[in-house]
């Protein structure tokens, strides 16, 4: 019952109200230290009251429950160093890390919990000492499989084609080796060697990501943009693109050039994953995210329809005409995608002026001219720029996220000879075996003082400076000097309130 009582005291709007009463029934509890501590019983979901202030986002609560955990090691004048428990927040040894409960959160308000000690300082050591030069280790290797992936697919094996044609329109020249064939030079042995380390990454790939979707949960795993969920869907899929392709390989089965092509382009995609290690690039993956899963989707279903009935309409209009003087929408399946193309202005209008074009024609156009370039773009340009100004009024946040989700991800996939464990062993300092941070800050006693006053005397020097203003704005040019004096008499007069503040401040500096 206690236990209930601590959950349900976080989740109270009154946090005020909900330390003191946290603080009365922690003074009941009889153990008070181990296992069997209120505050160390989780809920149905797995959530101490101290995880669970986290994924709520009461920072409130949560420096208070931080305040009755740290441990003041010494003091000298402003100077002070203090030891932070981290057992709950260090990800290193839970399987449930805290800092993945706020990063995988909804709630905004949890992530400026990233910004309090110690959690700043603890993701500061770990991505400083470990994550930033694995990450960028693993974007240069990743860089250079995709080279190697690349370098397999331009020079796969081909063979002239020795068939007839069965129309004018075919032209194919080349055609796919058999497996027989395709493995008998020098070249082809060299080729061989790189198809080895795609596929060798691509099942390494799959065996990292599905324990880490067994953990989660697949809707969690993929639906959350901060932990880099649609780059979870490229790279499997990509992975699933070169198992098939290898299947095609080995079966001499026509059409590998399909999910080859496929492979490449989710495989090049994902390099845009590891912009979220530096800080200038790592918003612009979640604005992309964003705009890809939000703004487009959403167009696409207009765009869809415009597409389908203008498509239509043009290839209604051409059907009766010869496909040699205008073949663009000589078929159903090259008007839909002359009409995609026309869509998104990637090319002009197209006209044969050597004869004469359906006048139906002209009049189409000019109503999808208007309804596709005019209209339904410029919407959607206006869509993407709300998202770019929603998300870089949080990009600090967003990086700070990123950067745990990303520290979070490599301190699980790495060996533990490769991560050492961050922090202090509380038994160097008799605490027992629980883990701190040391923290060393520079405490000033006056500082919120002044910084009351300051805020005050700031608001009545705006107050009388802005009816100065106003007065200097009647007839400036001819009462200049009268306004000017009534200026600084009006300062004068204000100096009983505001100077005697500011005075106040300057001897306690």
């Not at 989740?11 to 003074?27: D, E, G, R, V, W």
């Not at 190697?148 to 331009?154: D, G, L, N, Q, R």
């Not at 490449?264 to 964003?290: D, E, H, S």
């Not at 209209?375 to 870089?392: E, K, P, Q, S, Y």
Request: glycine share 6%; hydrophobic share 45%; charged share 20%.
């Amino acid at each position: 019952i206690g236990n209930t009582v601590l959950h349900i005291l976080v989740l109270q709007p009154n946090k005020t109200f909900a330390c003191h009463m946290y603080s009365l029934i922690l003074s009941y509890d009889r153990n008070k230290e181990g296992p069997g501590s209120l505050e160390l019983i989780p809920n149905n979901e797995g959530l101490t009251p101290f995880k669970l202030a986290g994924v709520e986002g009461n920072t409130v609560m949560f420096q208070y429950l931080m305040q009755k955990r740290k441990q003041n090691l010494w003091s000298f004048g402003p100077l002070t160093a203090v030891l932070y428990d981290i057992t709950e927040i260090d990800s290193w040894a839970e399987d449930q890390s805290f800092l993945e409960l706020i990063v995988s959160t909804k709630k905004r308000e949890a992530r400026q919990i990233l910004d309090l000690t110690p959690v700043k300082e603890l993701v500061s050591l770990k991505w400083n000492m470990y994550g930033r030069p694995y990450f960028c280790f693993l974007a240069l290797f990743y860089i250079l499989y995709m080279v190697c992936f690349t370098m397999c697919c331009v020079y796969r094996p081909l063979k002239p084609r020795t068939g007839n044609k069965t129309s004018s329109r075919d032209n194919t020249v080349y055609v796919q080796k058999m497996l027989q064939e395709s493995y008998v030079a020098y070249e082809d042995e060299l080729r061989l060697v790189g198809e080895l380390i795609t596929v060798i990454g691509a099942v390494v790939i799959l065996v990292l990501e599905i324990p880490d979707i067994l953990r989660v949960g697949a809707a969690k795993y993929f639906g959350q943009t901060i932990l880099g969920g649609p780059f979870h869907i490229i790279v499997i899929t990509y992975a699933c693109m070169i198992l098939v392709t290898m299947v095609m390989r080995l079966t001499s089965t026509n059409g590998e050039v399909v999910p080859m092509s496929f492979a490449l382009v989710l495989g090049w995609c994902n390099v845009m994953y590891f912009a979220r290690g530096f800080q200038m690039l790592g918003p612009f993956t979640i604005m992309i995210q964003k705009m890809i899963f939000g703004d487009l989707m959403r167009f696409c279903w207009l765009m869809a329809v415009v597409i389908l009935g203008f498509a239509s309409a043009f290839y209604i209009i051409f059907q009766t005409e010869n496909p040699e003087n205008l073949g663009q929408f000589y078929n159903y399946p090259m008007s839909l995608f002359t009409t995609f193309e026309l869509f998104l202005t990637i090319i002009d209008g197209p006209a044969n002026y050597d004869v004469d074009l359906p006048f139906m024609y002209s009049v189409v156009y000019f109503a999808f001219a208007i309804i596709a370039a005019l209209l339904m773009l410029n919407l959607l340009i206006a869509m993407m720029g709300d998202t770019h100004w929603r998300v870089a009024h949080e990009q600090d946040e967003l990086w700070r996220a990123q950067v745990v989700a990303t520290t979070v991800m490599l301190e699980r996939k790495l060996p533990r000879c490769l991560w050492p464990r961050s922090g202090i062993c509380g038994r160097e300092y008799g605490l027992g075996d629980r883990w701190y941070l040391r923290v060393e800050d520079r405490v000033d006693p006056n500082k919120h003082k002044m910084m009351r006053y300051t805020e005050a005397f700031k608001a009545q020097d705006r107050d009388n400076y802005d009816k100065g203003s106003e007065k200097l704005e009647i007839n400036r040019d001819t009462l200049y000097k009268k306004e000017l004096s009534a200026l600084s008499l009006s300062r004068s007069t204000s100096r009983t309130s505001s100077h005697r503040g500011w005075e106040i401040l300057r001897r306690n500096t």
